[in-house]
């Protein structure tokens, strides 16, 4: 029986993985029952910003929503954070503890702890952010189901594998983790990334083989999806464990190079790069995205020039590698429009 | 010990430095590499996206290319290593493209049956040469020199591959800086993004990303940074003095391949290891190795 590749316990990619707690039983089980933990919380309100220390009595179990709700009933009463499930279902409870985002209902306590508002949305008060510019951008993008043809009726024939990327785009709580960990939206209107929780509420129903592709290639020109930097900090704080980047916004960057070629230029170029060479010179990738504008930036193609850094040559004609011909062979022809 | 080795695309032009290095550095370790001449590029982030039927195919050919020399396969970059570990997990869980894929390589009378071992450069490190033998081999020892740790994102994320519940932890890079002599700095930028894969189109972002981690290493007294993926260093190395302009002050901050700084400590030369095609001077890096050679010498 074969086997995905993953990486063992004791092995190095994971060196560093034992020493920091870094499994969920560990972080369960770090604290013993009677200590104190000490949480530090990012109080705002009416243009002040502090943090307030608190002591708080451990309990077996307990969670940061715990602690939260400690330090409201016992030490600060007027502290304003957010919850209504308690259950990892309402997605409203999200806070950065300790530099990530967590769900407070379902993240174990740490020793100490500093607890911060998400990043990338206003703070209305202390750990409550505002939402609406979140809501806008899903609202901007359309997310419905336009049909092409007309409803045939139940039961649709739909099939799991067609069903397969929306159908985990759909297990997202709207918890806004994802959201704050995306280190391009927190470059703000440097780019028109719409940021992966929107491309995820997006993906529900773009995903959706019934969807018209008229109208996804509307909701996608809006999305600035080719920003996205595949960094996987969204996956990685996704508290439902939503592949977001392989099964959302890379599903979604393919129906945008099919339905908008125009805006994947980068991914076409690349492809076509690899199909004819076999390899990528990375000066011949930006001359074919960027064309004349690449010569904006002259003072560095020189300096890499003057390092032996690129080829003038090579970048316009290629070198004959034994890559080329398999490459040729394997991806020659165009990806079906 | 004997690799498959796939050096993948910059280490063949735009960070060439970086196989010379590999190479030069292989030898001092004892490992045996044999290049994939043939193999093409894995697709990067690109092609993954806009054609996973490529992608797939591309990158278990490699696999499969190792596979048929019966060897593990070594790599040195990030992105290269998770499009193979994802390529590999696709094929060992779909029997349908697994079998299509093999039909595809029959033509070259290649076949993958999922049993190549992909590995990085880092982890070969730890785990075929060992952190005792490698301390042996350490003739150099890099005292002195502050070192910021830039693991890029694909060495440490997603979870799915890599196992941790906050990537943050991974602390392969500074317990090696460690055993090579040099001071590890912690650092907000250590498993951040360097903004490389929409660099083609538009570098705004990685000149803005790579900036604010550039200087937090600076600022946490870092002398220089290395890394163990070459796009990576392309936005570090390359791009700094755009992201000087863009921050509006100096910084200056060399950055060195994994393979360098190991080779440096394992008393190979500045010169012998390609640390003149750098953009950013290495010139104090070297002074530093050659100082501590010089007083090894002596002793």
Known sequence: MLEVQTSPRDGASRIGQAEHDDTLLARNSRIAPGASIVVRIRRQSNGGDRYDTFNVPYRKWMRVLDALNWIAENAATDLAYRWICGSKMCGTCAVRMNGREVLACWEAVEPEMTIEPLRNLPVIRDLVVDRTPFENKVARLEPWIERPDAYTGFPEPLSHKQMKDASKALDCIGCMCCYSACPVIGLGDLTDFAGPAPLVQLGQTALDPRNSPVKVARSLALTGIFNCVSCYKCEEVCPAAIPIVSRVIEPLKAKAAQLLPEHARHSRALRRIIAERGRVDPGALVLRVQGLRAFGRLPRIIRLLLRGKINPLRTLFGTKTTAAEPARRLLGREVSQ | MRFAYYPGCSARSTCAELNVATHRVAQRLGLDLLQLESATCTGARELRAIDPAGFYTLNVRILALAEREQLPLMTICNTCTLNLLDAHAAFVSDEKLSHAINGTLAEEKLKYSGRTKISHFLWVLYENIGEARLRELVTNPLTGLTVAAFYGCHITRPPLRYGFVDSRNNAALERLAEILGCRPIDYSG??????????????????????????????????????????????????????????????????????????????????????????????????????????????
């Open chain 2, 190 to 299: 250590r498993t951040e993004c360097c903004g490389f894969h929409t660099a083609a189109h538009d570098e705004k972002v990685a000149i803005k990303l790579t900036g604010q981690h550039i200087l937090s290493a600076k600022t946490g007294g870092a002398r220089a940074m290395v890394t163990p993926c070459p796009l990576c260093h392309t936005v570090l190395d390359g791009f700094q003095r755009e992201i000087e302009s863009d921050l509006g002050q100096e910084l200056g901050v060399p950055v060195l391949h994994l393979p360098q700084l190991v080779g440096l400590a394992l008393g190979l030369s500045p010169e012998e290891l390609n640390l003149d095609r750098h953009v950013v001077a290495t010139a104090e890096i070297a002074r530093i190795a050659g100082k501590n050679g010089a007083m090894n010498a002596a002793e």
